[in-house]
Structure formats: structure tokens, C-alpha cells
């Protein structure tokens, strides 16, 4: 896609911010993938642009035989790790070049025969993702159906109503489930999204929850973004029958130069850039 004609500041309801995603992630699925592949890789699961990956930092837990859904999965790396590691894996998104972009990925660099033997699995060939195209707000599952959801930087924070996006996801997890989904740093919000000195000046208020919005010539939204504080997601997350376990924010890596959009080792040795939340479904 083209340069927004304008940026805003604009309230957004649930159906134009859908549409804007759909759209955007449609005409930019094979350029994000080109783009971002040396860091997000072809089957990992990475958390953060930071460049932190589920490898490392285990939050998912020991995933052999595990019912797992990824929402908002966009080319489902993130899925094909998991089902590397011997989980059974459905991943969703709004955008059907997105899961199209996985499932090339899928034809073109299978994933190795009896990786669930490797992860401690009882064995049996490596299943590749299910695709489903929906919006994560409305989840095409029945209740309690699955053992691990995540979601690395994927629809949360692009649907007007969060916490109406965790009540439907905790519906889908059985009792005991976990749920782990990072998104952009609060914090971030209150800065300009640029990696380097200007980067670090406040711009703008943290508590200030009007979506930010680009739109094209006639005023329609083609990319939504929407802003909760921290104390927001943690109430949301209770409000969903959820009990917060844990909150990582993640260090720059060391050595890491790289830069994606905000995201630099100037402000990440400085200020956090990803936050990942990790919650329960009590049993």
C-alpha cells in the first residue's frame, strides 16, 4: 500500500477498524513477509521485533499433544513452531493473504517429519497448521476446545474492543488454560514511532485511548491502531475470568543492531518495547 493521505486521531467502532485491518494486512501480506523474514524467520515464534523468540523464552511450556490456537497469526511462523514442537495448532486471522502467505510456507519449507518425537511427543508425523480466516473478536470454536492460545503482536491491539477480543478467547480455553499474547509497550504510546533520538521525547499523553487511524483520500480508515494502558490490560484480563501469572517486558537483545519501524537498540536499551502478558484460565 501507498502512504497514508492523512494520520488521525479519531474514534474507530469495531467494523471500520476490522475493514481497515482486512484491507491492510491483504495488500501488505508478501511485502511484510520479504521485508521482515531475516528476523521473523519461517517457523518461529518471535515476541517481540526486539528479535525475542518463544525458544528462549519458554512461555508457552511444553507443548507435545497440546490443542493450541493462534489468533491473529499472520503468516502463521509462529503456529509452525509450535507445531514443530508436537502440538496439534489452528491459526486465524482476519486476513486471508496472510494465512495464504502460510500456507505457501507450508509447501515450500515443510516442516521436518517426527519434530514431535524430538519435543517429547508420543510420536506420529508433524502436523502443519489449520488455517481459519475470521476475526479473532468472533471465534468460529465451540467452548473450551483448546489447551493454549497465543497471539504475538496480532489482533489485539487492531480490534476496537479488547476486551470483548480475551472474555471470547478465554471462552475457547479449557479450564487450566494459558494465554500469552505481547503486544507494543504502553509506554510506547506516549512517544514518537521512530528509532532514534526523537524517538525518545514524550509527544503525546499515555492515558489518551483515541485510536490512531491513517486514511485514505476520501477520510476511510486503511490502518487502525488502538491504545490501552497497562492497568487496562491487566482489568481486561481479569474481566475475562482470566488470573494474570506474569508480565514480561523484554531487554534489547545484546548485540542486536537491527532496526524495525520504533524499534532500535538506542530506545530498547532504554525503554521497553514489548510487552507480553501471560494469564490463566482458573480450573
Known amino acids: ?7 488521525a486521531r479519531r474514534p474507530v467502532g469495531a467494523t471500520e477498524s476490522a475493514g481497515a485491518s482486512r484491507v491492510w494486512w491483504d495488500a501488505e501480506a508478501a511485502e511484510y513477509y520479504r521485508e521482515h523474514h531475516d528476523i521473523l524467520g519461517d517457523d518461529r515464534l518471535m515476541w517481540g521485533p526486539e528479535g525475542v523468540y518463544e525458544s528462549e523464552l519458554r512461555l508457552l511450556g511444553d507443548l507435545a499433544g497440546r490443542q493450541v490456537l493462534e489468533f491473529g497469526a499472520g503468516a502463521a511462523q509462529g503456529s509452525r513452531w509450535c ?5 496439534r495448532v489452528v491459526a486465524t486471522d482476519i486476513s486471508g493473504a496472510m494465512l495464504r502467505q502460510g500456507c505457501a510456507l507450508d509447501r515450500a519449507v515443510p516442516l521436518p517429519t517426527g519434530a514431535s518425537h524430538k519435543s517429547g511427543g508420543t510420536g506420529g508425523p508433524t502436523r502443519a497448521p489449520a488455517y481459519v480466516q475470521c476475526d479473532a473478536a468472533r471465534l468460529p470454536f465451540p467452548d473450551a476446545c483448546f489447551d493454549t492460545a497465543f497471539s504475538a503482536y496480532g489482533a489485539v491491539p487492531f480490534v476496537a474492543d479488547s476486551a470483548g477480543l480475551l472474555r471470547e478467547v478465554s471462552r475457547v480455553l479449557r479450564p487450566g488454560g494459558l494465554l500469552v499474547f505481547s503486544v507494543s509497550h504502553p509506554v510506547r504510546w506516549a512517544l514518537p514511532d521512530v528509532p532514534g533520538e526523537a ?5 503525546h499523553s499515555y492515558f489518551d485511548r483515541t485510536p490512531y ?3 485514505d483520500a476520501t477520510g476511510r480508515a486503511t490502518y487502525v491502531e488502538h491504545h490501552r494502558t497497562l492497568g487496562d490490560r491487566v482489568r481486561e484480563i481479569v474481566g475475562a475470568g482470566l ?12 548485540g542486536a543492531t ?3 519501524g520504533g524499534w532500535s537498540a538506542l530506545r530498547g536499551s532504554l525503554v521497553p518495547g514489548t510487552a507480553i502478558f501471560v494469564a490463566r484460565k482458573p480450573s
Open 243 to 254: 488470573r494474570l501469572t506474569d508480565l514480561v517486558e523484554p531487554e534489547w537483545p545484546e
Open 199 to 203: 524517538g525518545l521525547t514524550v509527544r
Open 213 to 215: 487511524v491513517e486514511e
Open 1 to 7: 500500500m501507498g502512504p497514508a493521505e492523512a494520520v
Open 258 to 260: 537491527h532496526e524495525w
Open 83 to 87: 507445531a514443530a514442537q508436537g502440538a
